[in-house]
């Protein structure tokens, strides 16, 4: 790669690390760089910019970003005008450590100022010289800004960012700062406008999603959001994550019942079953109250698929604590478990705990609780085999689905299911829907070796045809372009009403 000509437009690549909220976060920068006259490198090309968004939760995520940056060095030295940024959770929490610890890097921003990165590029590009700017809190909403989508049937659309929780093990608060909520005629707009794209499955998106309203004062505010989200004519699903057990009320469990478009699908991270453990991580609840709103979203839903977050090992942790957690585990069937070791982050209260427990007794426990959960993973698919699940056909979710001559998709529930495709398969495209009878089960998947029951086109199938994938445009000021410039529109006031 050498360095464009003049007029010739710059390539970008984004690299993403952690949550659903980088991703969409990702999304977003993606679509800035665009509206900025970047193009998408290809996958062979060295690109001219290269953004690293990244996560600062688990324990060796820096070493992860220092090693991709290390690894970028030569590359940059043998292209001249290459530029690499960091942004995300880490750059937030480690500022202008980055450039110190990697002068190569050119521009560090952090989690509230996603919009100044092509700003950023062009003042470090006209200085040559490094720019570092982070700010303490939200500016523009992120949903305001242009987005590339990277998926052409499924979206995700973000109500809240931010959150007013203060775990002991978790750093996002202090990173992302307090939550802000989006009004729900804005939120519905976005919705509306992917939707209008052909996307069929939307995901709200929050640090804690039920606690949506709290900043207009609305405590049912999370309720009335997913049934407005009913009334969107053309969306087929809608998910949510991820609440938190404390702001968990009769309302949403209500809401997702009576909500025909509201898969029955939950994710409510327990994080610990033991009571003493959850006081310690600073989680206002405890295990009676965890079960009971399993307890009242299976009454209301016996369908519902419930995925979960474990911790295993935080610190003062006894194997009196494990074997509440194991408790709660088989009592709560889970469908699916994210399970994690404890790792320390600096900046957090858990990392100057005492009682940190040793490597090998963590492990151990860990693999107790892997063991535990998918025996219960395993028996609740199981239970499916023979049963006809509605599925959306997907793109990179099963990794073996070439040789194997399947597809794979998410079933309403959210669980992963490979298909065989029978003599239709050049006719179902990703985005379209298939009927399909479960013949197989384990513990993180399911199979349907039949041909397909029912096969419907859609919209998003023709979208994803088609090669095109939604975007969003946002609203987006006085941002510098690379490469051509577009077309003249009629100028407009910049103080017009709206």
């Known amino acids: 790669m050498s360095t464009p000509v003049q007029g010739s437009a710059r390539t970008y690549q984004v690299r993403t690390y952690g949550c659903q909220m980088n991703v969409h976060d990702s999304e977003r920068i993606s679509g800035l760089l665009e509206g900025a006259g970047y193009v998408r490198a290809a996958d062979s090309d060295n690109p001219d910019v290269v ?16 090693g991709n940056l290390g690894h970028l060095r030569p590359v940059k030295d043998k292209h001249p005008g290459m530029q690499i940024a960091v942004g995300g959770c880490l750059a937030q929490k480690d500022r202008g450590e980055i450039v110190k610890k990697a002068p190569w890097v050119d521009v560090v921003f952090g989690t509230h100022n996603i919009g100044s990165l092509p700003v950023l590029l062009e003042r470090a ?42 775990c002991t093990f978790c750093i996002v608060p202090a990173l992302r700062g307090k939550e802000k909520d989006r009004r729900p005629g804005e939120i519905l707009a976005e919705v509306e406008a992917l939707v209008a794209e052909g996307v069929l499955e939307v995901t709200l998106l929050g640090q804690n999603v ?31 994550t991820s609440p938190h057990p404390k702001d968990f009320t009769d309302d949403v469990i209500a809401a997702m019942a009576e909500t025909p478009n509201v898969c029955h699908q939950l994710h409510m991270p327990l994080q610990s079953g033991s009571d003493a453990m959850l006081k310690a991580m600073r989680r206002s609840y405890r295990s009676e109250k965890y079960l009971g709103i399993i307890e009242k979203v299976r009454a209301a839903m016996p369908d519902a698929a419930i995925s979960t977050d474990i911790i295993v090992g935080f610190p003062g942790e006894t194997e009196e604590d494990f074997q509440h957690t194991l408790d709660v585990v088989r009592q709560a069937r889970f469908a699916t478990a994210f399970t994690f070791q404890y790792s320390k982050r600096p900046g957090t209260p858990a990392a100057t705990m005492p009682d940190q ?68 398969g050049d006719q179902i495209r990703p985005g379209d829907i298939v009927h399909t009878a479960v013949t197989y089960a384990a513990p993180h998947h399911l199979n349907a070796d039949g041909a397909p029951l029912h096969h419907r086109r859609t919209r998003a199938g023709d979208a994803s045809e088609a090669g095109r994938a939604a975007r969003t445009q946002g609203v987006l000021l006085g941002l510098p372009t690379v490469g051509a410039p577009p077309a003249q529109a009629a100028v407009v006031s910049a103080c017009a009403s709206d």
Request: hydrophobic fraction near 35%.
């Open 210 to 240: 039920n606690s949506y309203g709290v900043e207009f004062g609305d405590k049912l505010a999370f309720g009335k959001l997913l049934r407005a989200c009913g009334g969107v004519d053309g969306l087929e699903r809608v998910r949510f």
């Open 51 to 66: 953004v690293f968004n990244t996560c600062a939760v688990r324990e060796n995520a820096d070493n992860r970003l220092y």
């Open 125 to 166: 590009r006209h200085n040559a010289a490094a720019e570092v700017e982070i700010l303490e809190s939200l500016e523009v909403f992120p949903s305001t800004l242009p987005t590339r989508r990277e998926s052409t049937y499924a979206g995700w659309v973000s109500i809240s960012v931010g959150c007013n929780n203060t």
């Open 357 to 424: 427990l040793p490597k090998q007794v963590v492990q151990e426990r860990y693999e107790r609780l892997m063991a535990t959960v998918e025996e219960i993973t395993w028996a609740e698919n199981k239970a499916l085999v023979g049963q006809t699940v509605e599925v959306l056909a997907s793109v990179g979710e099963g990794r073996k689905d070439e040789r194997t001559g399947r597809m794979s998709g998410r079933a309403r529930d959210g669980r992963l299911v490979h298909f065989d495709t029978g003599d239709i």
